[in-house]
T-cell receptor, first 116, second 113 residues
C-alpha cells in the first residue's frame, strides 16, 4: 500500500459528461501529480500541485482541470468527455520541497475511466 | 528538455536467468533516475532510484540498476528472474529544480517458467 488513495476505482460515463476524480496523498506529502495512462500513449504527465499551488503543467487538455485543497487532497475534473478520454488516471504524491528532484513519487491504484 | 527512452517494448527471459531492462535518458544537468514496476490493474510501485554516489543502486525485490553517465543509461537488472517479476517496468528521470517526473514508454517483462 503506497498510502495514496484514489476514488473511485472505476467510473463509466457517457460522452459529453463531466466527472471528478479524487486523490488523497500520503500523509505529509505536499506534492500531488496527475498522470494519464492509455494503451497507445503510455504514461502522460498532466499536472502537478505543491501545497495548493500549480507547479507544472504537462499535456493536459483545456477540458481538464485540477486543484489541490487546503487539506492537500486533489481533484481532477474532466469535462465534455470524449471516447478518447477513456484511460487509467493515476495520482502520485511526493514529499520534500517543491522543486527538489530526488524524492520518489508514490502512486495510487488509479481510476479507470470508461467513456461510452 | 528531459526525456527517457526504453528501447524494448517487450523482454522475455527464462526463469532463473539474469534479466536486463534497458533505459537511456537525456537531460540538461545531473539526472535523478527512478525505476517503477506496474502489475496488472495496479498502480506504479517504486523500485529504486539513483541520486548520487555509487553507480550501482540496489532496490526492492532483488532488483538493482547501474548508472552509466558516459552512456547516459540506467539499466535495471536482476541476477535470477522469477515468474512473479513479470510486469510492466517504467524508467523515469527528473533533474534538480524540475517538478515533473518524465517516464519512458515502459517495457513489458515476461519471465517464462
Amino acid at each position: 500500500d503506497s498510502g495514496v488513495t484514489q476514488t473511485p476505482k472505476h467510473l463509466i460515463t457517457a460522452t459529453g459528461q463531466r466527472v471528478t476524480l479524487r486523490c488523497s496523498p500520503r500523509s505529509g506529502d505536499l506534492s500531488v501529480y496527475w498522470y494519464q495512462q492509455s494503451l497507445d500513449q503510455g504514461l502522460q504527465f498532466l499536472i502537478q500541485y505543491y501545497n495548493g499551488e500549480e507547479r507544472a503543467k504537462g499535456n493536459i487538455l483545456e477540458r481538464f482541470s485540477a486543484q489541490q485543497f487546503p487539506d492537500l487532497h486533489s481533484e481532477l475534473n474532466l469535462s465534455s468527455l470524449e471516447l478518447g478520454d477513456s484511460a487509467l488516471y493515476f495520482c502520485a504524491s511526493s514529499g520534500g520541497q517543491g522543486g527538489r528532484g530526488d524524492t520518489e513519487a508514490f502512486f495510487g491504484q488509479g481510476t479507470r475511466l470508461t467513456v461510452v | 528538455a528531459q526525456s527517457v527512452a526504453q528501447p524494448e517494448d517487450q523482454v522475455n527471459v527464462a526463469e532463473g536467468n539474469p534479466l536486463t531492462v534497458k533505459c537511456t535518458y537525456s537531460v540538461s544537468g545531473n539526472p535523478y533516475l527512478f525505476w517503477y514496476v506496474q502489475y496488472p490493474n495496479r498502480g506504479l510501485q517504486f523500485l529504486l532510484k539513483y541520486i548520487t554516489g555509487d553507480n550501482l543502486v540496489k532496490g526492492s525485490y532483488g532488483f538493482e540498476a547501474e548508472f552509466n553517465k558516459s552512456q547516459t543509461s540506467f539499466h535495471l537488472k536482476k541476477p535470477s528472474a522469477l515468474v512473479s517479476d513479470s510486469a510492466l517496468y517504467f524508467c523515469a528521470v527528473r533533474t534538480w529544480g524540475a517538478n515533473n517526473l518524465f517516464f519512458g514508454t515502459g517495457t513489458r517483462l515476461t519471465v517464462i517458467p
